[in-house]
């Protein structure tokens, strides 16, 4: 099986395809994976980072990105076409998947043209403009919610998941001899801004109990040095990091998960059964973060913070609400847990060999 993946950008269409690789290589080890993406993404750094190989394309954001840069994505689409022409005739791939992002478009476009089988993994609830337009010519189509928006055709969509890392399930919980409540903090692959602001702000809400709790942040680059003089200054215990690359152990370490509402971040969070405090970002395309994340409050799977609440110190007020209430924090995991799928990486993989010979 020989599988190019398409797309990337940021880590909410990034670590989807790594998990779906990594369960590819693990379970039909003789396969072989190329992602292909932009210079511009995050899989330019990390994919390098996994062994897998990467070749690029020239390709940018059309919508909401202005009357200049959108000219430019526009001019750009055909020779990201081109250029997908030519790595897909030199891989030789058996199947091309998007997961949404700039790079997603052109090599679907190029794959289509030379009637290689195709498909798209949507993770948000309300699909991207470009898996709306690919997903009337791909032959398959994962979803990773119920009612995704708009609908397609029963015949060609699969309802899986959104994939998640392995990893996230190699670690075991370790045990803290101090028993403190852990809480682990971040907004994303480059962290949010108003997410930091919300807790670094209004932690003197939290002196009280500073000497029952833990912090890991994830802050971005920009906010690491603010926010650990912050949590110093407040004589709160934590660590503050730009980025966190090995997520498993986090979600293991940790009591209660504070975080955008990302498709990622709420697989994640579901697959690995963890109580939740999410703040949708608010200029997501649609609104799709909220949407998401109250599919799992009505399922009383984490709580909901709105970005505008977080000045007046709404999350941290949520976050002392939880710790004074373990009966909840239990009821959330476990119904985050109900909710999860963690096998969706190999559900997309043994859908995509149906047809393939490794399948028989």
């Known amino acids: ?148 928006s708009p609908s397609t055709p029963p015949e060609k969509t699969f309802l899986v998941g959104n994939p998640v890392r392995p990893d996230l ?16 903090i ?21 002196r009280s109990i500073a000497s ?15 926010v650990r003089k912050a949590y110093e200054q407040a004589g709160i215990e934590a660590d503050v990091r730009e980025f966190i690359t090995d997520m498993g152990t986090y979600y293991a370490w940790a009591d209660l998960v504070v975080c955008r509402a990302g498709a990622s971040s709420l697989a994640e969070i579901t697959a690995t059964g963890k109580p939740a405090i999410v703040v949708p970002f608010p200029f997501a395309a649609e609104d799709h973060q909220t949407k998401n994340a109250l599919w799992l409050e009505n399922h009383h799977a984490v709580r909901m913070v709105g970005d505008s609440e977080l000045k007046s110190g709404v999350l941290i007020f949520k976050i002392l609400e939880l710790i004074k209430n373990p009966s909840e924090i239990k009821t959330m995991a476990e119904n985050a847990a109900k909710l999860g799928r963690p096998n969706a990486a190999r559900a997309i993989v043994l859908e995509i060999l149906k047809n393939q010979r490794l399948a028989a």
Do not use: C
């Open 1 to 148: 099986m020989r599988l190019i993946l398409a797309g990337g950008g940021t880590g909410g269409h990034l670590f989807p395809a790594l998990a779906i690789a990594e369960t590819l290589k693990a379970n039909f080890p003789s396969s072989e994976v190329l992602f292909v993406g932009t210079k511009r993404g995050i899989e330019s750094r990390l994919i390098p980072q996994t062994g897998f190989p990467i070749k690029f394309v020239s390709a940018r954001g059309i919508m909401r990105t202005g009357i200049m840069n959108s000219i430019r994505a526009g001019m750009e689409i055909p020779v990201g076409v081109i250029q997908s022409f030519k790595i897909i005739n030199e891989f030789k791939p058996d199947f091309v998947l998007g997961v949404g992002g700039y790079a997603s478009a052109p090599t679907l476009i190029a794959a289509l043209i030379l009637n290689i089988e195709t498909g798209i993994q949507e993770q948000n609830s309300v699909m991207g403009v470009a898996n709306r337009m690919l997903s009337k010519f791909v032959n398959k189509i994962f979803v990773s919610w119920e009612n995704t």
């Open 212 to 226: 029952k709790i833990k912090i890991v942040h994830q802050t971005g680059a920009d906010f690491v040095i603010k």
């Open 186 to 206: 971040f907004g994303g692959s480059k962290g949010a801004n108003s997410l930091n602001l919300g807790m670094i702000e209004h932690l003197d809400q939290l």
């Open 169 to 184: 399930f190699r670690i075991q919980p370790t045990q803290d001899e101090t028993e403190k409540f852990k809480i682990l």
